[in-house]
């Protein structure tokens, strides 16, 4: 609106300063002519963005570029080291961390255990006191950080910024973000979990070029975060991408939603382990699988499929199958440019990657899906902690 | 970007009256100060723009407003039947014509029939005709035609902005939006069906004041148009919005697309007609329906089940419910403000809609079902040709 455009020059200044930094990180370097060229800036106002982003420490000159006639030019690159944003992961067992500056550089990541059933307060001392702890090891300074996204795996309210409900934590209405925010004096936003792999896999993974994509997460959930326009779509009240309760099977198993024939009852990995487990119990057993094996973990039961154990075939690639339909309804309904499937998906890609892609095609209109291509993430478990570290740094390019 | 803010003035002010034209068709009437105001423009530069658009016939004078002081202010509205737009809907058996001007008062609308597998020349031929038939009859010139929006049953490329596939139409690769931009003399644009809805329903409808919505039309097939942030919703190559194919029986029904069990089998009008006309077929006979009754048509199955006939209703209320699945998972994935179903599905909506309520909120999460509205359209099977005429009147107002 013509609002922004002649009434505030502070706003516009910002504005042109996070579209300086932005221009500088998609090009990785740029000299203040090429700069203003790209923005249609004057040579003074870029002068003065770039003097002020140098100053603050966002930009650093770096040696010089290409002459196309005179003098070398100057070339200005993101500055490394100079700011940081931390990401944590909340996950059902395991907080995860994750430290990278702004050029999303990733400094470090680490992983810290507990028991199930956690509460909300003993999570935001656990965020405080392992992030002081690191900094004070690393020699980091807090002022050095912009800020710190969370990462959640439950429904959030925009409006209200709240966490609504987090199943798997069993928390509700948790004001998490002010919270941590008191705790480590720095802004701090909550996210979805899927959305955060979602931004990941935006900002720093297959789809940084791609403007519509769904990032579907396999855990012990089912999830989706999904870009729209090059921006995070998360609906009219933020809980958008809630595709785990697709009714894959009418009158099927029930499902912890209260419905029966949910795609997580047949794809999520808890239930594929249960479904595992269940023909253990009953006395299954291959070469891969001895009699008188106990019930598998996950790893153990993606492991035996490696080593070709039917059982642990089949129920994977079922869940493919599944997954299929509901990525079918999501390439007909959104045609997105890309499908990226991530978390535990990883694990077992390989195994299954063509029997999803087999019916994804045979189950979609042949148009949207011959556009769409279908991805895996290769960040495995770690994208959502990632993600959430990518929140506070997108920011300062006005993302 | 920063180059559109400072250096190009004919493109910004081209944006500052479109501005300028879209608060006074919000506002119906605003004065200039009030403009200004609004704006954050110059009092010059308000006055000039104003000035230029009551030249060009977009803006008159109309009377005084309320004085908040000094002299009463002169206000400004939309001027009516200063410019007009055309728009066709292409339907299997008819075509339908509006004509509505910039204020989206509807001047005419007339339907002209012709035979099932009409070729995509005599549709134009017809176009041509009946527009300059029309226009003659109604004393208005060409030149006060802003543009002509053509409603199309099928899957367009935005890329090519040709007609992909039409399959009720058994149209391939058709340049419609060239053909008739020529054979009218104005610029004309093609868009798909349940799209043109979902204009008519954001632009006069019960959708206007909200961002994010799908209206679901329910005809011989089933499609929604999407509204994301305020804006049609495309996808990556323009084919977003078929979700007829989301498949709610596994090993279900054939389906012309290739795959059993989908939605369209269940509730697509066509569908239910024939589930109905095989059981009368077979013998089903009722108080509504006599013995010997033939086939049925879509009207008589409609009236009889007003009428109270048991498997009319049955029908309808199962088709119901497997629009209520697809709509559960649309609610769970993209968290919208509103479903507005419309096309034939206004003419039994008051005999389904407590079922498809019920199912949409049974099948959905608890958290966005309770934000959604469920809707029916008020505009029939004319809302795509109503879509269609306004496809040119949106973008003197920037949209």
């Known amino acids: 609106m013509a609002k922004k455009i002649t009434g505030n020059n502070q706003y516009l200044k910002?504005?042109?300063?996070?579209?300086?930094?932005?221009?500088?990180?998609?090009?990785?370097?740029?000299?203040?002519?090429?700069?203003?060229?790209?923005?249609?800036?004057?040579?003074?106002?870029?002068?003065?963005?770039?003097?002020?982003?140098?100053?603050?420490?966002?930009?650093?000159?770096?040696?010089?570029?290409?002459?196309?006639?005179?003098?070398?030019?100057?070339?200005?690159?993101?500055?490394?080291?100079?700011?940081?944003?931390?990401?944590?992961?909340?996950?059902?067992?395991?907080?995860?961390?994750?430290?990278?500056?702004?050029?999303?550089?990733?400094?470090?990541?680490?992983?810290?255990?507990?028991?199930?059933?956690?509460?909300?307060?003993?999570?935001?001392?656990?965020?405080?006191?392992?992030?002081?702890?690191?900094?004070?090891?690393?020699?980091?300074?807090?002022?050095?950080?912009?800020?710190?996204?969370?990462?959640?795996?439950?429904?959030?309210?925009?409006?209200?910024?709240?966490?609504?409900?987090?199943?798997?934590?069993?928390?509700?209405?948790?004001?998490?973000?002010?919270?941590?925010?008191?705790?480590?004096?720095?802004?701090?936003?909550?996210?979805n979990e899927a959305m955060c792999s979602a931004i990941c896999e935006h900002w720093i993974g297959k789809c940084s070029n791609i403007e519509n994509f769904i990032c579907i997460n396999i855990e012990s959930g089912i999830g989706a975060g999904i870009f729209i326009g090059d921006s995070i779509y998360r609906g009219y009240t933020g809980s958008a991408g809630e595709i785990g309760h697709l009714i894959v099977r009418e009158n099927g198993?029930?499902?912890?939603?209260?419905?029966?024939?949910?795609?997580?009852?047949?794809?999520?990995?808890?239930?594929?382990?249960?479904?595992?487990?269940?023909?253990?119990?009953?006395?299954?057993?291959?070469?891969?699988?001895?009699?008188g094996t106990g019930a598998l973990t996950w790893s153990q039961a993606v492991d035996a499929a490696y080593n070709g154990d039917e059982l642990c075939n089949e129920v994977l690639r079922k869940g493919a199958v599944y997954i299929g339909y509901a990525v079918a309804f999501l390439v007909n309904t959104l045609n997105p440019e890309a499908i990226v499937l991530g978390k535990c998906f990883t694990d077992y890609a390989p195994l299954v990657m063509d029997t999803l892609v087999e019916t994804v095609n045979e189950k979609s209109l042949k148009y949207p899906v011959s556009k769409v291509r279908m991805l895996t993430s290769e960040f495995g478990m770690n994208s959502s902690a990632l993600g959430a570290a990518m929140i506070p740094i997108r920011k300062i390019f006005g993302k």
């Open 14 to 191: 910002e504005l042109n300063k996070a579209a300086v930094l932005d221009l500088i990180r998609q090009k990785k370097t740029l000299s203040r002519k090429e700069l203003a060229d790209l923005t249609g800036l004057s040579p003074t106002a870029c002068g003065s963005i770039t003097r002020e982003l140098i100053k603050d420490g966002f930009l650093y000159e770096t040696g010089q570029g290409e002459s196309t006639g005179g003098r070398k030019p100057v070339m200005l690159e993101l500055k490394p080291n100079s700011y940081y944003a931390v990401g944590f992961d909340i996950g059902m067992n395991e907080l995860k961390m994750v430290i990278a500056d702004i050029t999303a550089s990733i400094l470090l990541q680490r992983n810290f255990e507990y028991s199930p059933g956690i509460s909300a307060e003993k999570v935001i001392a656990l965020i405080r006191d392992k992030f002081f702890e690191t900094i004070d090891s690393e020699k980091l300074s807090t002022d050095k950080f912009i800020g710190c996204g969370l990462s959640i795996p439950g429904i959030l309210d925009r409006n209200t910024n709240k966490i609504i409900i987090a199943p798997n934590l069993s928390w509700n209405e948790v004001d998490l973000g002010t919270e941590v925010s008191e705790a480590l004096g720095m802004p701090a936003f909550i996210e």
């Open 253 to 291: 198993r029930p499902c912890g939603c209260g419905n029966r024939g949910c795609l997580e009852t047949y794809a999520s990995i808890r239930h594929m382990l249960e479904d595992i487990n269940e023909r253990i119990r009953k006395g299954y057993s291959s070469d891969a699988i001895k009699p």
